[in-house]
């Protein structure tokens, strides 16, 4: 079992729709980070989180330290938002632990 | 803005080549990465720097080597390329400084060995 689990691996939505992406881990952790990955390559870095919920823009974070759980919501969701969305623990050191990505389409 | 940048964004090399891939950062971070990321296994760690010429080798070592003579720059090297390196190579960096040490990624370089 992986240390960092997401869920949907794939998901297609409208334009407009409400999405959210989940992240799941079963080790202990500094921050969470979620990160965007598009087409050709390269990766951007969303959120960093320890506690509570973050936003930007249309885009949502939260955590639950508790139940080792953070979601991504997008709201409103667009085209230009199709793209891999990862999420990766850091557990204080150098050493980050990556989920597989979450492929993400939305369609016009 | 930060800005790690990568030699090339594509490459192809024949199976026993040596081959070189260039990183280079223009914001002072101690620490740079080189992770490999393949379809379905997320990005896994290859090898991590935390100062010049100094590294560690993190998940996947085998097969690779790094050189940090420079503060901005990390290399790394496929010492005799295997088609089983076909892949995706990314370079990051972070500060020492950063508490959650968010990192700043490279383009990307895919490579594929024939």
């Known amino acids: 079992k992986n240390e960092v689990e997401q869920s949907p691996q794939n998901l297609t939505a409208q334009e407009g729709e409400f999405i959210t992406i989940n992240c799941s881990y079963s080790v202990g952790i500094s921050a969470l980070h979620w990160l965007q990955q598009h087409p050709g390559g390269g990766i951007v870095s969303l959120f960093m989180l320890s506690s509570g919920k973050k936003k930007h823009g249309r885009l949502i974070a939260t955590i639950n330290i508790q139940e080792k759980h953070s979601s991504l919501h997008i709201t409103a969701s667009h085209p230009r938002d199709s793209a891999v969305y990862i999420c990766a623990v850091n557990q204080g050191t150098y050493k980050y632990i990556f989920g597989t990505g979450t492929r993400l389409k939305v369609l016009a | 803005d930060v800005k790690v940048t990568q030699s090339s964004r594509y490459l192809v090399k024949r199976t026993g080549e040596k081959v070189f891939l260039e990183c280079v950062q223009d914001?002072?971070?101690?620490?740079m990465f080189w992770y490999r990321q393949d379809p379905g296994l997320g990005l896994r760690l290859i090898y991590f720097?935390?100062?010049?010429?100094?590294?560690e080798k993190g998940d996947i070592p085998e097969g690779y080597s790094v050189s940090r003579e420079k503060k901005e720059r990390f290399s790394l090297i496929l010492e005799s390329a295997s088609t089983n390196q076909t892949s995706m190579y990314l370079c990051a960096s972070s500060p020492h400084s950063s508490p959650f040490r968010e990192q700043f990624f490279g383009p990307g370089t895919r490579l594929t060995v024939l």
């Open positions: 720097s935390y100062d010049v010429k100094m590294k």
């Open positions: 914001m002072d971070h101690e620490n």
